[in-house]
T-cell receptor, first 112, second 117 residues
C-alpha cells in the first residue's frame, strides 16, 4: 500500500541548537522522499528531497539522511531559528504514483 | 523557483452558496494538479487529481458532484464547492508537480480558508 511518513508529534528545541526530525516509512518500494515545512495558515513549502540511490543530501542549513535498511529518514536543521517553527512532513513517494500522501508531521517549536 | 498561486486566500459565505477556488501555476505548465483539504490540527488529505483536458480523479469518499474540478488549461485548475454547508468549512490547498515525470517535487499554493456560515 501507500507509504506514509510517521513522525513524533512535537519537538521542542532552543534557538541556536540543531534540530533533528525523524520519520519512518512503511513501504520498501518508496524511492523518492520529500520534506515539507508548513507554517500556520500556509501551504506546505518544499525544503529538500532525496532519491533512494542516495543516503545523504545537503541544502542550506538542512541535511536529509536516508536509511533504506530500516526505512528511516531524518531532517537536520542547523542553528534553529524562530522562523523554523512549523509542522514538518516527510513524504515518501512510490514509483508511478504522483499524488502525495501526508502523515501527521512533527511540530517543531523553537524556544527563545 | 516554481510558484503556485491560489485565489482567493479566504472566503466567508452563506450556507447553500457555491464557491470557486482557482489554482494557477505561474511560471510552468502543469498537466496535473492536486487538491487537498486540511481540517484544523490535522494533516492534508488528498481530495482529487485534476487532469488537463480530461476528467478529474477523485479519492474514495469525496463526492465528485459536490467538488467540481475543471482543468481547462495547462496553468489553471479550479475547484468549485457546490451548495456549500458548514461541514465543508476547511483549508483547501492545491499543488502541482514541476516536470512531467514521476518522482518530481510538488509545489503548493498558500491555500484557501473557506468558512461557511
Amino acid at each position: 500500500g501507500e507509504s506514509v511518513g510517521l513522525h513524533l508529534p512535537t519537538l521542542s528545541v532552543q534557538e541556536g541548537d540543531n534540530s533533528i526530525i525523524n520519520c519512518a516509512y512503511s513501504n520498501s518500494a518508496s524511492d523518492y522522499f520529500i520534506w515539507y515545512k508548513q507554517e500556520s495558515g500556509k501551504g506546505p513549502q518544499f525544503i529538500i528531497d532525496i532519491r533512494s540511490n542516495m543516503d545523504k543530501r545537503q541544502g542550506q542549513r538542512v541535511t536529509v539522511l536516508l536509511n533504506k535498511t530500516v526505512k528511516h529518514l531524518s531532517l537536520q536543521i542547523a542553528a534553529t531559528q524562530p522562523g523554523d517553527s512549523a509542522v514538518y512532513f516527510c513524504v515518501p513517494m512510490d514509483t508511478g504514483r504522483r499524488a502525495l500522501t501526508f502523515g501527521s508531521g512533527t511540530r517543531l517549536q523553537v524556544q527563545p | 523557483g516554481a510558484v503556485v498561486s491560489q485565489h482567493p486566500s479566504w472566503v466567508i459565505c452563506k450556507s447553500g452558496t457555491s464557491v470557486k477556488i482557482e489554482c494557477r501555476s505561474l511560471d510552468f505548465q502543469a498537466t496535473t494538479m492536486f487538491w487537498y483539504r486540511q481540517f484544523p490540527k490535522q494533516s492534508l488529505m488528498l481530495m482529487a487529481t485534476s487532469n488537463e483536458g480530461s476528467k478529474a480523479t477523485y479519492e474514495q469518499g469525496v463526492e465528485k458532484d459536490k467538488f467540481l474540478i475543471n482543468h481547462a488549461s495547462l496553468t489553471l485548475s479550479t475547484l468549485t464547492v457546490t451548495s456549500a454547508h458548514p461541514e465543508d468549512s476547511s483549508f483547501y490547498i492545491c499543488s502541482a508537480p514541476v516536470g512531467a515525470g514521476n518522482n518530481q517535487p510538488q509545489h503548493f499554493g498558500d491555500g484557501t480558508r473557506l468558512s461557511i456560515l
